[in-house]
């Protein structure tokens, strides 16, 4: 690690988030220290989106807190952004919002993200995978201390993908940022991280991809016999298919989020 | 010189643009043409509160349309269905505005020039005020101009960036209730939404950043007021509306170059 300081830049300590009644986050603690990955990783309505939004104070805490490292510095990259086709706006112009950048600093980040040449075309013209990377080059104008990303690659096809998370940590080596990001996609985000939290409403399990994809917790959430809602994620469990038996029951350990994920809907195609 | 009627409904025309430019840029980036109308429209029961109690009819418009960008505003945040709700209370304030002025006496014959505008028959004072309140338009929306444009583009990185997206908004709101009590005198309380989003979306197929479209809008809404006001005097027609259709004019023709490009 580049950074000598274990202080984390940014932390929530018993983290409770309520829509209305219902509880999408419950007594989440975690911590991000210099120079590390960190993926959340969780199904559709696990809270993820929600803890990165409680992180940077978007949503409010109904218990718990959100701490930061004082004067961070923070880049965010959003899981999209619809600009509405009314609004012209170059991508150099956006690049300096809110803060007025110079033209120098403006083309050197964006041909960190790789893309040098888009400067002066227009924001709506821009592909998924161009725009997601105009997002990263304003996230780096500020020097940040962290980048937040939420599902950065939502919508870009796999080897666009693999690209964005490989970007990512081209960036990582080069300027000692921490990242943390969220993710529902398994594969390549396990080889990017240093560290993963799986995330189901409060934090199933946590530790490094290896720890973590053996953990049953995990399993139980994205692995074993949970064809029904999670069918989606079995592409990338080629490896456990082999032992799948109708009676194997991940949520035999007695873990309560199953009815969170395990909607009767999602059982049709199981 | 400002003697002269003309030059005054002139001034009128190009102190109103000043505000409308910028503030109709974000009314269509934002898509509230409605936000626009209901406010507005508003406005006409404040005629009717500022003629029944003998206050300046500034202040009356002020405060009413004030009070209904705050309403929308404060229902929009609490997640109603703003197509519907912004139908009932646009059509709703207008109404009531024209059932309350009905009640004042004498009112009822000036009744066209407060929904269409009366900008003939502009005074020193009225010009003041256009100014007055053009400036402080312009001025508020210059000076939250990043900030506004951010928060545009997306809550949640202005969020991020240490902006607070509910404040932009206030200063929209706000900006837009005295836009409304300034232009009412000019082109009335149905065509205000008009002067606000017709030059903006002239502005849009010519325009490649945010600014270029704001300042755009402002010489387009000023030469319309100046084409609207010729165009009057030409053939007779009613001031307000005929600067509405010199804008839409405009529009045709923007629409017709971006096309081409």
């Known amino acids: 690690m580049t950074a000598l300081r274990t202080e984390p830049l940014i932390a929530a300590e018993h983290l409770c988030v309520r829509y209305g009644a219902s509880e999408v986050l419950h007594d989440v603690s975690l911590a991000v220290r210099p120079g590390e990955i960190v993926t959340i990783l969780?199904?559709?309505?696990?809270?993820?989106?929600?803890?990165?939004?409680?992180?940077?104070?978007?949503?409010?805490a109904h218990a718990g807190r959100v701490m930061r490292a004082p004067g961070l510095r923070l880049g965010y990259v959003p899981q999209r952004l619809a600009i509405d086709p009314s609004l012209p706006i170059t991508v150099r112009r956006f690049l300096s919002l809110p803060v007025r950048v110079p033209h120098a600093a403006a083309l050197s980040a964006l041909t960190r993200a790789g893309l040098p040449e888009v400067a002066d075309r227009q924001m709506t013209a821009l592909s998924g995978g161009q725009l997601q990377r105009v997002l990263l080059a304003r996230a780096l104008l500020c020097d940040p201390q962290l980048l937040i990303l939420d599902e950065p690659t939502q919508g870009l096809d796999q080897p666009g993908e693999a690209a964005f998370y490989r970007l990512i940590e081209e960036v990582r080596q080069a300027t000692g940022v921490a990242v943390l990001?969220?993710?529902?996609?398994?594969?390549v985000v396990m080889a990017a991280s240093d560290r993963v939290i799986c995330l189901n409403g409060h934090i199933c399990c946590e530790g490094t991809p290896q720890v973590v994809s053996t953990a049953p917790e995990y399993r139980a959430l994205f692995g074993l016999g949970t064809q029904g809602?999670?069918?989606?994620?079995?592409?990338?469990?080629?490896?456990?298919?082999?032992?799948?038996?109708?009676?194997?029951?991940g949520h035999a350990h007695g873990h309560s989020h199953a009815p969170r994920t395990a909607q009767p809907a999602d059982h049709s195609d199981a | 010189?400002?003697?002269?009627?003309?030059?005054?409904?002139?001034?009128?025309?190009?102190?109103?643009?000043?505000?409308?430019?910028?503030?109709?840029?974000?009314?269509?980036?934002?898509?509230?043409?409605?936000?626009g109308d209901a406010t507005a429209h508003?406005?006409?029961?404040?005629?009717?509160?500022?003629?029944?109690?003998?206050?300046?009819?500034?202040?009356?418009?002020?405060?009413?349309?004030?009070?209904?960008?705050?309403?929308?505003?404060?229902?929009?945040?609490?997640?109603?269905?703003?197509?519907?709700?912004?139908?009932?209370?646009?059509?709703?304030?207008?109404?009531?505005?024209?059932?309350?002025?009905?009640?004042?006496?004498?009112?009822r014959t000036d009744l066209s020039a407060y929904l269409f505008g009366d900008i003939l028959s502009v005074t020193r004072a009225d010009l003041g005020f256009i100014w007055g309140g053009g400036a402080l338009v312009t001025g508020l929306l210059v000076w939250r101009w990043q900030a506004l444009l951010t928060t545009t583009l997306s809550e949640d990185l202005a969020h991020a960036s240490g902006l607070k997206p509910d404040r932009e908004r206030l200063i929209l709101t706000l900006a837009l209730a005295v836009t409304v009590a300034v232009a009412i005198k000019v082109v009335g309380a149905l065509?205000?939404?008009?002067?606000?989003?017709?030059?903006?979306?002239?502005?849009?197929?010519?325009?490649?950043?945010?600014?270029?479209?704001?300042?755009?809008?402002?010489?387009?809404?000023?030469?319309?007021?100046?084409?609207?006001?010729?165009?009057?005097?030409?053939?007779?027609?009613?001031?307000?509306?005929?600067?509405?259709?010199?804008?839409?004019?405009?529009?045709?023709?923007?629409?017709?170059?971006?096309r081409r490009r």
Do not use: C
């Open chain 1, 42 to 60: 969780g199904p559709n309505g696990s809270g993820k989106s929600t803890l990165l939004r409680a992180l940077l104070g978007i949503v409010a």
């Open chain 1, 181 to 187: 990001m969220v993710s529902h996609d398994l594969h």
């Open chain 1, 229 to 249: 809602a999670l069918a989606l994620y079995q592409h990338v469990h080629d490896h456990t298919h082999g032992d799948h038996s109708p009676g194997a029951d």
């Open chain 2, 1 to 35: 010189m400002l003697d002269d009627f003309l030059i005054r409904a002139a001034l009128a025309g190009v102190g109103l643009s000043l505000a409308t430019g910028p503030l109709g840029s974000f009314v269509v980036w934002r898509r509230m043409a409605y936000f």
């Open chain 2, 42 to 107: 508003a406005a006409i029961l404040g005629v009717a509160l500022a003629l029944a109690t003998d206050l300046p009819l500034g202040l009356g418009t002020l405060a009413v349309a004030l009070a209904m960008a705050a309403t929308v505003a404060g229902l929009a945040a609490r997640g109603w269905a703003m197509d519907t709700t912004l139908g009932v209370l646009a059509h709703s304030a207008l109404a009531l505005g024209l059932v309350a002025i009905s009640f004042v006496p004498g009112a």
């Open chain 2, 191 to 258: 065509l205000i939404a008009a002067l606000l989003i017709i030059p903006a979306a002239a502005a849009r197929g010519l325009s490649r950043n945010p600014e270029g479209m704001a300042v755009l809008a402002v010489l387009i809404g000023a030469g319309s007021s100046l084409a609207g006001l010729a165009l009057s005097m030409w053939q007779d027609t009613p001031a307000g509306p005929s600067i509405i259709v010199a804008a839409a004019a405009v529009f045709a023709v923007s629409a017709g170059v971006a």
